[in-house]
């Protein structure tokens, strides 16, 4: 069975430091990944995706997240961190069978991201 | 030029109302879906459509009743609102695979039950 962990619930950092929040996924098949962000009282916007392309993938905002198989893990990294960072990040995992993988769309249970000035 | 539209924002109701939350989507999409968010921002998928039809519906209680007129609208129905259905209320877009294509997401529904 496909999972997502987000370890961390909450996570803070100082603005300029480096972020990183991580996920884990459980996967019997080749899994697509994804990070999406939420801001405060808006909708979910996705931040950057793996499909098998490369295992560094490059998002908005100076995002990225690596993809290690060996590891099962698919953290996401920020260099440096601004205020306008602070929001909610949520790992996503899609399964890559059937028709329709909608039952299928996974997400953690998300990492609430704090900058301190 | 908003891509997911849902209205209204904010929705405040007593307890054993029936209310509707509208969502539309502009992207040429075929397949739609509700989403629940709940305090402590953990998501669940509720129902989702392709092409006008159903093709998930999670373990939702019956009093919920979405429906799509066109693959455009997908709407929500809720009957008898309890105090548990208060929680933000998200309709979300994808093309029709969805495996590697992501979600579009409206600004959510915030429903209190009081």
């Known amino acids: 069975a496909q999972s997502v962990t987000q370890l961390g619930s909450h996570v803070s950092v100082s603005e300029g430091a480096l972020v990183l929040l991580r996920c884990n996924y459980s996967?019997?098949?080749?899994?697509?990944l994804f990070w999406y962000v939420q801001y405060p009282n808006q909708g979910l916007q996705l931040l950057l995706k793996y499909t098998s392309a490369a295992t560094l993938v490059k998002g908005i905002n100076d995002f990225e997240a690596e993809f290690k198989k060996s590891e099962t893990s698919f953290h996401l990294t920020k260099p440096s961190a601004h205020m306008s960072d602070a929001a909610e990040y949520f790992c996503v995992v899609t399964h890559t069978r059937g028709y329709s993988s909608a039952s299928k769309i996974i997400f953690g249970s998300g990492t609430r991201l704090s900058i301190r000035p | 030029d908003t891509a997911v539209s849902q209205t209204p924002k904010y929705l405040v109701t007593q307890m054993g109302n029936d209310k509707s939350i509208k969502c539309e989507q502009n992207?040429?999409?075929?397949?739609m879906y509700w989403y629940k968010q709940d305090s402590k921002k953990f998501l669940k998928i509720m129902f989702s459509?392709?092409?006008?039809?159903?093709?998930i519906n999670e373990t939702v209680p019956n009093r919920f009743s979405p429906k799509s007129p066109d693959k455009a609208h997908l709407n929500l129905h809720i009957n008898s609102l309890e105090l548990g259905d208060s929680a933000v209320y998200f309709c979300?877009?994808?093309?029709?695979?969805?495996?590697?294509?992501?979600?579009?997401f409206g600004n959510g529904t915030r429903l209190t039950v009081t």
């Open positions: 979300a877009s994808s093309p029709e695979d969805s495996r590697n294509s992501p979600l579009h």
């Open positions: 459509y392709n092409n006008k039809e159903l093709i």
């Open positions: 992207l040429g999409h075929d397949t």
């Open positions: 996967s019997s098949v080749p899994p697509y």
